[in-house]
């Protein structure tokens, strides 16, 4: 199914929107998920109240609170950086190859030598091999660079390739898409 996926990014505060619609031949509606960050604290929120663009997320109920990470630097594949485990070249670029382990997980990440911008990413869990490779990168100011196109394998098989159709940057975002409720007034679960 076709998956949408937004992110807002402004200092420390980001916000990433997730859509995948579903046949109109089924009863189910599009599936979505919303995860919010002020900067501080990260909430994620799935379902019903999830599927409205948009949502200030003040007046939405909350699923189980989580603590999940800032997506951008675990896309970029810097997040629990362990070592250096030599160089290879993708495509044009000369890589350094990254890794990392969890307690069940092997991460790999090959990033470009000259902009640190990340080509391709590996994660081995569960006897399962994940491979992202990431191409035709847009620059954006600051130096930083965005994937057009990201293929998605799963065991060498592949599973999913996504196109980024649009890329804004300093049209300003209102404070509303980065608003996480008081958990008090709400009465739900703080997050972790």
């Not at 969890?102 to 869990?125: H, I, L, M, N, P």
């Not at 965005?146 to 799963?154: G, N, S, W």
Request: aromatic share 10%.
């Amino acid at each position: 199914h076709p998956v949408t996926t937004v992110i807002y990014y402004a200092d420390r505060r980001w916000r990433s929107e997730e859509r995948a619609a579903v046949p109109k031949k089924t009863q189910e509606d599009d599936q979505a998920e919303v995860t919010v960050c002020d900067g501080q604290r990260t909430w994620f929120l799935s379902g019903e109240r999830a599927r409205h663009p948009g949502i200030n997320l003040e007046s939405a109920t909350f699923g189980t609170a989580a603590h999940v990470p800032n997506p951008l630097p675990g896309l970029l594949g810097y997040e629990g950086l362990v070592g250096f485990h030599g160089e290879e070249r993708i495509g044009d670029r000369d890589c350094w190859i990254l890794r990392w382990k969890g307690s069940e997980t092997d991460y790999r990440a090959w990033v470009d030598q000259s902009s640190f911008t990340c080509v391709k990413s590996e994660v081995r869990t569960w006897g399962t091999t994940l491979v992202c490779v990431f191409s035709e990168f847009e620059s954006l100011p600051d130096g930083f660079e965005i994937p057009r196109q990201i293929e998605k394998f799963v065991n060498g098989d592949r599973a999913m390739l996504v196109r980024v159709v649009g890329v804004e940057t300093g049209t300003g975002l209102p404070d509303h898409l980065f608003a996480v409720p008081d958990s008090k007034a709400d009465g739900k679960t703080q997050p972790r």
